[in-house]
């Protein structure tokens, strides 16, 4: 009777293997689901980050304002009969100085 049921619980163990261990197996379930978890998250991230920049096309096709804001802001340009001032602030909380940028029309 005993070797029956170490005989019947090995058989159990070999069937149970592949269950949680194998390729399709639990433990490989869980893997691939937190997978796609991940991906899920990263590809909302990315589909944000396409509206924005697809607002920021439109926006630039469609005005001068954004066009002239982005000159002014990362390249420097100024207009025609205007002095650009740059304000020095003392250092923030955190030790770093700042510094701001802002252009006046001369009369």
Do not use: C
Request: net charge neutral; proline share 3%.
């Amino acid at each position: 009777m005993r070797i029956l049921t170490y005989g019947l619980v090995a058989l159990l163990v070999l069937l149970q293997y592949p269950l949680w261990f194998g390729s399709g197996g639990v433990l490989a379930y869980w893997r691939l689901h937190r997978e796609v978890q991940e991906q899920t998250a990263k590809n909302a991230e990315l589909r944000e980050r396409n509206l924005t920049l697809q607002a920021e096309v439109v926006n630039l096709k469609s005005g001068l304002d954004a066009i002239e804001e982005r000159a002014r802001e990362e390249l420097g340009m100024i207009r025609p009969n205007e002095t650009f001032v740059r304000v020095v602030e003392g250092k923030n909380g955190n030790g770093s100085a700042s510094e701001k940028g802002a252009g006046s029309d001369t009369p």
